[in-house]
T-cell receptor, first 112, second 111 residues
Framework: NAGVTQTPKFQVLKTGQSMTLQCAQD?????MYWYRQDPGMGLRLIYY???????DKGEVPNGYNVSRLNKREFSLRLESAAPSQTSVYFC???????????FGNGTRLTVT | GENVEQHPSTLSVQEGDSAVIKCTYS??????FPWYKQELGKRPQLIID?????GEKKDQRIAVTLNKTAKHFSLHITETQPEDSAVYFC??????????FGKGTMLLVSP
């Protein structure tokens, strides 16, 4: 069991470039999430997918799009990267309500 | 939506002392309160959680207490060790299987 796998681990983009962060889980979890972590700000929810085929906005969705490709995979896309999107991005998943959230190892993104 | 406040933002203790981190939440419908530990450069990992049908839960040196009336919950670490040094996050569920996190507490345990 790999758990939650994120790729890439590191990425440097120039302002205006686009990229997709990939996430896959092998725990048969129903819900998947994208959080960003900035110093002093904790973990803020960008988008989530409560079940396959559904996606919803979280606290900070502007500048991002997501795709729940199937039950295992949930990707995050930056269409036109901005320096304010420099952050560490964590994908996570849970089996159901009120169950522990399992995090991936994170993607450290720098936008110059 | 849910709002979670966490205090203190930094906490320094001597090895062997106890450490207490406190969180408050705003949504009275919240009923699940996990705590995560994040070591430098690593992912957050669950250390303990509590549901609203209990007031306290213990796991070795770690305990969590919940006061639903006051809408606050706390993490207690006894006999702290240097390996307890990390950032700790509290969280509360906020509907549709989402968690809202506090901003974190950096705990430093000095030998």
């Amino acid at each position: 069991n790999a758990g939650v796998t994120q790729t890439p681990k590191f990425q440097v983009l120039k302002t205006g470039q686009s990229m997709t962060l990939q996430c896959a889980q092998d725990m048969n979890h129903n819900s998947m999430y994208w959080y960003r972590q900035d110093p002093g700000m904790g973990l803020r929810l960008i988008y989530y997918s409560a079940s396959e085929g559904t996606t919803d906005k979280g606290e900070v969705p502007n500048g991002y799009n997501v795709s729940r490709l199937n039950k295992r995979e949930f990707s995050l896309r930056l269409e036109s990267a901005a320096p304010s999107q420099t952050s560490v991005y964590f994908c996570a998943s849970i089996w159901g309500d009120n169950s522990p959230l399992h995090f991936g190892n994170g993607t450290r993104l720098t936008v110059t | 939506g849910e709002n979670v406040e966490q205090h203190p933002s930094t906490l320094s203790v001597q090895e062997g002392d106890s450490a207490v981190i406190k969180c408050t939440y705003s949504d009275s419908a919240s009923n699940y309160f996990p705590w995560y530990k994040q070591e430098l450069g690593k992912r957050p990992q669950l250390i303990i959680d509590i549901r609203s049908n209990v007031g306290e839960k213990k796991d070795q040196r770690i305990a969590v207490t919940l006061n639903k009336t006051a809408k606050h919950f706390s993490l207690h670490i006894t006999e702290t060790q240097p390996e307890d040094s990390a950032v700790y996050f509290c969280a509360a569920n906020s509907g549709y299987s989402t968690l809202t996190f506090g901003k974190g507490t950096m705990l430093l345990v000095s030998p």
